[in-house]
């Protein structure tokens, strides 16, 4: 509360001044934290990719499991957004499965379930999938998975982005990893809080910064 006050007071003297200084108090998002890919990003084509993950084209039957939306921008470290920046989303299904033949896992597959996006940003740098929420697995005895789903962001002028978002409040955050890598204070940026949107869905906001090459 107090840095906010100091804040403003400080920006409404430089304003005063002719806002030459604004730009240096003003709060500029930080890159985003990278991390693996993993050994399931989708290794063959499929007809349907769009932001829909909930609904193949052609199949009567929708996913298994809680439908959410994840929504976001993606900015450079300016805040400006970053239009046309190529968007690929891929995860497991509600049972913790991916569709891919690295997936030795016993947990069933869901044929409806399209786990797999590949989206452009718009002239705001917005995205937006329609999902659902993918189950934890296991990876060896004494470590799971939480539920997270993978992003990879690509834009000419800036390097490549690949990273993995996780769901606000999971017990297996805390123990993760991958999740644990990632420097305390840069983890709540791929920690995403959902809470009541449109359509019955959960909704939450992943924001992606991008570094400019
Ligand atoms: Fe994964």
New binding site residues.
Partial sequence: MADQVRFSRRTALQAAMGGLALSVTAALPAATPTQTA?P?FPKHDQADKDLDLTRIEGHAKTARGEVIVVEGRVLDEQGQPVAEALVDVW??NMHGR?AHEADTSTAPLDPDFQGWARLRTDADGRFRVRTIKPGA?PVQANWS?PP?I?FKVARRGFHELTT?MYFAGDALNDIDRLLLAVPEADRPKLVVAFTDGVEGAKAGTFEIVLRRA
């Fill in positions: 993993g399931f995860q497991a991916y697995y998975r997270h993978h993995q």
